[in-house]
């Protein structure tokens, strides 16, 4: 395994190897080494993600870990910049955030924004009813089967490819989705493996999960703003690879998961690292 102060050196080098470009409020690497913080986004309540330790105000999660490690290799500290899912790719576009963690990369967000290498790839998964335990895609299949997605989410985007016939209810937000589920009005809910165990932690009696086959998802990655000069992003991107193939992205996230009741054993190996 690379050592931090040597990983510090490798990344520092690599970002020399080309002159920043002017972006925004100014080059990242520039300004991270000026100031000695690194800005990054966090969404409140958001476990095992994100979210703000309530005895200490301080923030927590898998977010917070990957950027306290990474401003470490930079020799920064950090700077949390609260927001919301909906708004991460403006905040990136316009300058206020260095980085945002955590989100799916999409054809549409690629337009304005960069991404670097996936920190691992997250499985779709189900919150499924008691009694309901479809094994693969094609047993939901069926106008009989009631799917519960967010409106305008990946899940809405997937789900007329992998179950075009299912009986689709397509509700404002991922909580509205996990209620038609828990009042019997929806069959299961559709999610990524992550937010599925996050849900079920929080509440048992919600149903259980499954992960159909055949396997299908999307990667989590991070967001940084365009740049002509690909040096913050082949900067990150080489963290990314180090910390991936150490195992530290999937100890750290197990770890977050841990915090909120999902023992490592419940993890299903369709959560890929």
Same mark, same amino acid.
């Given at each position: 395994?690379?050592?931090? +102060? ?5 990344? #520092? ?14 080059? /990242? ?7 000695? +913080? ?7 309540? $958001?476990?095992? *993600?994100?979210?703000? !330790? ?34 991460? /790719?403006?905040?990136?576009? #316009?300058?206020?955030? !260095? ?7 999409? #054809? $549409? ?10 920190? *691992? ?23 009989? /089967? ?8 990946? *899940? ?7 179950? @075009? ?11 509205? #989705? ?8 929806? !069959? ?16 048992? +009696?919600?149903?259980?999960?499954? /992960?159909?086959? @055949? ?12 740049? @002509?000069?690909?040096?913050?992003? !082949? ?34 190996? $369709?959560?890929?690292?």
């Amino acid at each position: 395994m690379i050592g931090r +102060r040597s990983l510090a050196a490798c990344l #520092a080098t690599a970002a020399l190897a080309t002159p920043l470009a002017a972006q925004g409020t100014g080059p /990242v690497l520039e300004r991270i080494r000026a100031t000695g +913080r690194l800005r990054f986004g966090v969404v409140a309540g $958001q476990q095992p *993600y994100c979210w703000k !330790d309530p005895a200490t105000g301080e923030w927590a999660g898998f977010i917070t870990d990957c950027a306290r490690d990474l401003a470490n290799t930079l020799g920064a500290g950090v700077e949390p910049v609260e927001s919301t899912w909906g708004n991460a /790719v403006l905040d990136v576009q #316009a300058g206020k955030v !260095d980085i945002f963690f955590g989100l799916a990369p999409t #054809a $549409q967000r690629a337009l304005a924004v960069d991404f670097t290498r996936p920190l *691992y790839d997250n499985a779709f998964a189900l919150i499924a009813r008691a009694g309901f335990d479809p094994k693969g895609w094609s047993e939901l299949d069926d106008p009989a /089967v009631r799917v519960a997605v967010e409106l305008g989410s990946a *899940y809405d985007q997937s789900v007329a490819t992998l179950c @075009p016939r299912a009986t689709v209810l397509r509700l404002p937000t991922n909580n509205d #989705a996990l209620l038609a589920v828990q009042a019997g009005r929806a !069959d299961c809910q559709m999610l990524v493996v992550i937010l599925a165990l996050s849900a079920l932690a929080r509440n048992r +009696r919600l149903g259980h999960l499954v /992960v159909p086959e @055949p396997l299908h998802g999307s990667a989590t990655a991070a967001m940084v703003a365009k740049n @002509p000069d690909p040096s913050w992003r !082949d900067t990150v991107d080489g963290w990314v690879s180090q910390r991936r193939s150490a195992g530290w992205l999937r100890a750290r996230l197990v770890a977050n998961l841990g915090r909120i009741g999902v023992p490592e054993a419940e993890v299903p190996p $369709q959560l890929l690292f």
